[in-house]
């Protein structure tokens, strides 16, 4: 008997994020639900993207993580070349900085 694999357009983004570790770290650290957490991140360091994927979870957190800043404090956000509503995504990058400015988080990749 085969498992059945989540279906990534009607699986709540919580439910995939949990199969991350430093998913679970940054939920563990935040002291929040796995829901509630990724309310807030997209509220703040995802607001930037139009559509964010796993993979683009996975890196922001990674980055916060590996240099010690706080993803729902806006200290680190997700920035994306070219992202537009059609679909069509560039590669994303963390970065750090105030308003209009981002400095690329070093050796996040």
């Not at 796995?34 to 957190?61: K, N, Y």
Request: with cysteine; net charge negative; proline share 6%.
């Amino acid at each position: 008997m085969h498992e059945q694999q989540p279906d990534a357009h009607t699986t709540p983004a919580h439910v995939m994020a949990m199969g991350l570790p430093v998913f679970k770290r940054s939920v563990q650290r935040s002291g929040m639900s796995p829901e509630s957490f990724v309310q807030a991140l997209t509220r703040t360091s995802l607001s930037t993207l139009v559509i964010w994927s796993q993979l683009d979870l996975e890196t922001l957190l990674l980055a916060a993580e590996r240099h010690g800043l706080d993803p729902l404090g806006r200290e680190v956000f997700l920035v994306r070349e070219g992202d537009s509503l059609d679909g069509q995504r560039g590669s994303s990058a963390p970065c750090t900085g105030g308003t209009g400015e981002c400095r690329p988080v070093s050796g996040s990749t």
